[in-house]
């Protein structure tokens, strides 16, 4: 899909907006921000990042975009790129990620068949927070864009509904992207089957008049999910406000303004970014905010 200049941007915005919100929230995880707390990416938190530093969300997502091109997924490519990343050590790693990962596995199709595996609760919000770039490959191939959303979830999380988020809010960033507007959400939330539109749409509702005591267990996909909603309506699509309301919700922090951050940077731009939170921007692998808007481009073909 060729791209106009506002279109770009807004690659872009999905991309520096997840990243933004992840640093933005890592001092503050596992908190619940009093009133009078002023919000800003001072870094720290329970893992001591470095101010502008993103976490194990925006470092997955990094993974997620090694194996897309325009119109294309590679899911060994994910696969072996989650594996070097779990190699590196890294501090912070959600549980149900680091029970697939520890496998050491480098091919998709053992990695998936390892999450599948695992007993439990693997409905964790780990596979949503790293979603921002899978609609980039696909902005004109919505079935494409599900396909590819659902298999690279399913990687580490084999659960239905983290499949059906990470669908969902793909969906909602390509349209966003597209046009602009986050009426993607709800428009798939309209389209799906019946069941998954009778479990979501409550759900969202809940969340875009509802407060965040409604869905306190932002750990788990659908609270996760609900929360940056949340944030986003309440914000009415202005990214900095959105992503300080996902830090003050509290809790998986980083977390939930990386997923608002993905679609309100893809319906803003990169240019709703603040000037300030771009310079500060890096992380793993050594990469900074102009590589990650390098990499917008390529995965776009723009």
Do not use: K
């Not at 520096?16 to 919000?39: C, H, K, N, Q, R």
Request: charged letters at 20%; glycine letters at 12%; proline letters at 5%.
């Amino acid at each position: 899909m060729i791209l106009n200049a506002a279109q770009r941007d807004r690659a872009a915005g999905a991309l520096l907006g997840s990243a933004a919100g992840d640093a933005l929230g890592a001092g503050y995880e596992f908190t619940y921000p009093a009133d009078d707390v002023v919000i800003d990416m001072i870094g720290g938190g329970p893992f001591d990042w470095a101010p502008g530093e993103w976490t194990d969300d925006t470092s997955m997502a990094m993974g997620v975009a090694a194996g897309l091109s325009p119109g294309r997924v590679d899911l060994d490519a994910i696969a072996a790129a989650f594996a070097d990343w779990y190699g590196t050590s890294p501090p912070d790693i959600g549980n149900q990620t680091r029970s697939v990962l520890s496998g050491r596995d480098r091919t998709a199709v053992p990695m998936a068949a390892r999450a599948a595996s695992i007993a439990g609760r693997t409905g964790g919000n780990g596979s949503l927070m790293r979603t921002a770039p899978v609609a980039l490959a696909f902005l004109d191939d919505d079935i494409a864009c599900a396909d590819a959303a659902a298999a690279i979830s399913d990687l580490t999380h084999s659960d239905d509904r983290a499949r059906e988020a990470c669908q969902m809010w793909s969906a909602a960033i390509a349209h966003g992207i597209r046009t602009g507007s986050r009426d993607g959400l709800r428009q798939w939330v309209t389209d799906a089957p019946a069941h998954t539109r009778t479990y979501w749409e409550p759900l969202l509702d809940m969340a875009q008049y509802g407060s965040p005591a409604d869905f306190p267990n932002n750990g788990w996909v659908v609270h996760a999910l609900q929360t940056a909603w949340w944030a986003i309506c309440a914000a009415d699509g202005d990214l900095p406000r959105g992503l300080e309301l996902c830090v003050r919700a509290g809790n998986d922090t980083d977390t939930t303004a990386a997923i608002a951050g993905g679609l309100l940077g893809a319906c803003a731009g990169a240019s709703a970014v603040p000037d300030r939170w771009r310079d500060m921007l890096h992380g793993y692998p050594g990469r900074t905010a102009s590589d990650l808007a390098a990499l917008a481009a390529r995965i776009t073909g723009n």
